[in-house]
C-alpha cells in the first residue's frame, strides 16, 4: 500500500510538549476534571469565554515563542519531501502560532488545518480537509499524534493512526492506534513497511 500523505499534530508531535493544560485550565477558573479545554469553553457565557480566550492564546503564543522542535523531526520532514508525500498539519491551535512555530524552525507544510477551520480534533474534519486538498484516500493517509484526540480524528475519517508514545498517558491511548512509535523518525521504517504489503 502506498503511503501519500501524512498528517501530523503540532504540539506534543512535530514540537517538544509545552503546554500545562492543568495549570491554563486553573487559569481559566475550570476544574481538573473539567475535560475538552475547547468544549468548557464554547459552553461559558460571553464575558467568562473572553477571558478564558485570553488565557488559553497567551499561554499557546508563548509556547510558539518558544518552542523546540522534537528530535529528528526537520530529518523526518526532508526524507518525506525526498519521498513525494504530501506534508499536512492538523491543531487545535491556532494558524497564528502554527506559523511562528513553521517560521521560527523553518518548516514547510503543504497544508494546515487549524481549530478555527471546521470542527476540531477528535472529529475527523480536518483529516477529511486535508486528504482532499492532497487528493488522497484517507487509507493511504497517516495520521501522527501524541494524544487520543489526533487518533480519534484517524478512526472517525478512516486513515491510519499512528501514535508517538511521548505522553504521559500513551499506554492508555495504544488501544486507539493502528500503530506506535516512540521516536518520530521511526516513521520511515512504518512508511517502508507498510508500503511492503
Known sequence: MKIKAIIFDLDGTITEPMLDFNRIRNEMGLSPDSGDILTALNAMDLDQRKQAHAVLEQHEHHAAQNSRLNDG?????????????????LTRN??????????RHQLIFDAIVDRHDGPAKPDGYGVLKLCDEFGTDPAQTLVV???LHDL??????????????THPKAEQ??????YAISRIGE????IEKL???
Open 145 to 147: 499524534g501524541d494524544f
Open 73 to 89: 523531526v526537520a530529518e523526518l520532514l526532508t526524507e518525506l519531501r525526498r519521498r513525494n508525500i504530501s506534508i499536512g498539519l
Open 195 to 197: 508500503e511492503q504489503n
Open 94 to 103: 491556532t494558524l497564528k502560532n502554527t506559523m511562528s512555530v513553521a517560521r
Open 152 to 165: 480519534l480524528s484517524a478512526r472517525h475519517a478512516g486513515a491510519i493512526a499512528v501514535l508517538l508514545k
Open 173 to 178: 491511548f495504544e488501544v486507539h492506534a493502528d
Open 187 to 190: 516513521l520511515i521504517n512504518l
